[in-house]
């Protein structure tokens, strides 16, 4: 646009000067006029072939001299104007660039084809946009075949469009109907059958947490899946056992604790004291006739805890005095209460999830938890792309575009953001520490590298790119 307004600017100056010297000219070419209409005037009376007069002599001479001098004037006027007119062509050379042969390639279109090809795009838009009859002209006119070209979805879907504007859905809907499966899709991770079947294991694992085998059996036999593929022992034993717990039998309980006694303890567990003090007030309620039996268990099984709950020891052996008038009546008897089952039940799945190292919930839960908790912020931030326009970002990504803060029980691992790229480490770009013990990432790695070099940009020690060492956590 500055452009433009520079040369309009010159221009405006040739129209100036233009009007201007046309006053001007007609001005003097009027006072020529009047000139020559005065001698005419002295020498109308005179014969063709007679003398001329002095006084008309002066005359004429006066005259032709004045209208050489005004002739003079109006040619040096019109050559002022040269000047301000080849500006004009100045300025655009100036302002517009002229030359724009090194974009294009004059002989893009001498191929007979190359023509055709320009032609069917041409028909293809004006179908898109509904005039047909300028296509259709097209098409006869440049000789092309119409079944080379492929019209019908551009003319469909423009028809379905005005449609739309004309209030008329029907096209619209029929449309979506049709393609219903392809639209779902799109917005669908469950295209692959490889992620189908993953879906299907986490739900099948997530049976089998719950205890409902019947239906996770169902699943793996109807979507075809490996059984050996789901590792489903540790899950369906786990709630077995819970199970077993709430159903005040302590066998599977204390038969997994007394195999896995050493990992529990390792993870300073009271799991295996818990289920033992279980059992023994199991005896106890019995009554006085179980007295035997409970200072037996406890002597075979509380030896191995006195050094960690010995007070918790103690204390239990004071309810041997109050086995004659039973536990219930005893200040004991909260060590029998419902609670203290489903507290051993959880405590049993929380500690056993953490010796063999799974998760205490399902992933599915997990999930559902976890995308319950995001949907909200997620969904508002779509409003706010859509109404910006800028929904592209976040396609393709598998990140989310934004941080949603989850529960800490939601939080598994660390991670780590290069302090360069200020990126989330991924598998593809690990977190590399570095001699000096600094950590940064492989992209920023070998961006800073130079050759053999890589000058730390924290310390800064020189080192080689080499010694960097991969870290996992
Ligand atoms: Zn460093």
Redesign the pocket.
């Known amino acids: 646009m500055d452009s433009c307004a520079a040369v309009e600017k010159e221009l405006e100056r040739v129209l100036t000067k233009f009007t201007a010297i046309n006053e001007h000219s007609a001005k003097i070419i009027g006072d020529v006029l009047a000139h020559f209409v005065e001698l005419q005037k002295h020498i109308a009376g005179t014969e063709s072939n007679a003398e001329l007069t002095p006084g008309q002599i002066v005359i004429l001479k006066d005259t032709l001299g004045k209208t050489k001098e005004k002739l003079q004037r109006l040619t040096a006027d019109h050559r002022d104007l040269h000047g301000t007119v080849s500006k004009v062509g100045k300025a655009i050379d100036r302002n517009f660039v002229s030359d724009f042969t090194a974009t294009s390639r004059t002989d893009v279109f001498t191929s007979e084809r190359n023509i055709q090809l320009l032609n069917t795009v041409i028909a293809q838009h004006f179908y898109r946009q509904g005039m047909d009859d300028v296509a259709d002209m097209l098409i006869k006119e440049s000789a092309l075949q119409h079944d080379e070209i492929s019209i019908e979805p551009y003319a469909e879907l423009h028809r379905t469009w005005e449609a739309i504007h004309n209030r008329d859905l029907t096209p619209a809907l029929q449309w979506a109907t049709h393609y219903s499966d392809k639209l779902e899709a799109k917005h669908n991770v469950f295209t692959s059958e490889r992620n189908i079947q993953l879906l299907n294991t986490v739900i099948a694992q997530h049976f089998y947490r719950q205890g409902m085998d019947d239906v996770a059996d169902m699943l793996i036999k109807e979507s075809a899946l490996q059984h050996d593929e789901i590792s489903i022992e540790p899950y369906a034993e786990l709630h077995r056992t819970w199970e077993a717990i709430h159903n005040r039998d302590l066998t599977p309980a204390l038969q997994w604790a007394t195999h896995y006694s050493d990992k529990l303890e390792a993870k300073h567990s009271a799991l295996e004291f818990k289920l033992h003090r279980l059992a023994f007030m199991q005896i106890l309620s019995r009554g006085i006739e179980a007295q035997k039996e409970a200072i037996s268990y406890a002597r075979t099984y509380f030896a191995k805890f006195v050094h960690r709950f010995q007070k918790d020891i103690q204390s239990l052996m004071g309810t041997l005095m109050y086995l004659p008038i039973g536990i219930q009546n005893s200040p004991y008897r909260h060590l029998m209460a419902a609670e203290m089952w489903i507290e051993a039940a959880d405590s049993f799945i929380k500690d056993a999830c953490s010796v063999l190292g799974i998760n205490k919930d399902s992933p599915l839960s997990v999930v559902v938890n976890a995308g319950c908790t995001a949907l909200p912020a997620l969904l508002n931030l779509k409003q706010v792309m859509l109404s910006r326009q800028v929904m592209g970002i976040w396609n393709g990504r598998d990140e989310l575009p934004i941080e949603i803060d989850l529960d800490p029980d939601n939080r598994y691992h660390s991670i780590f953001a290069c302090p360069i790229l200020r990126q989330q480490s991924s598998e593809d770009n690990p977190p590399m520490k570095?001699i000096?013990?600094?950590v940064i990432s492989r992209d920023a790695l070998n961006k800073l590298s130079s050759g053999p070099i890589l000058k730390?940009?924290?310390?800064?020690?020189e080192q080689s790119p080499q010694d960097a060492r991969l870290i996992s956590f």
């Open positions: 570095l000096c013990g600094h730390c940009p924290y310390c800064p020690m």
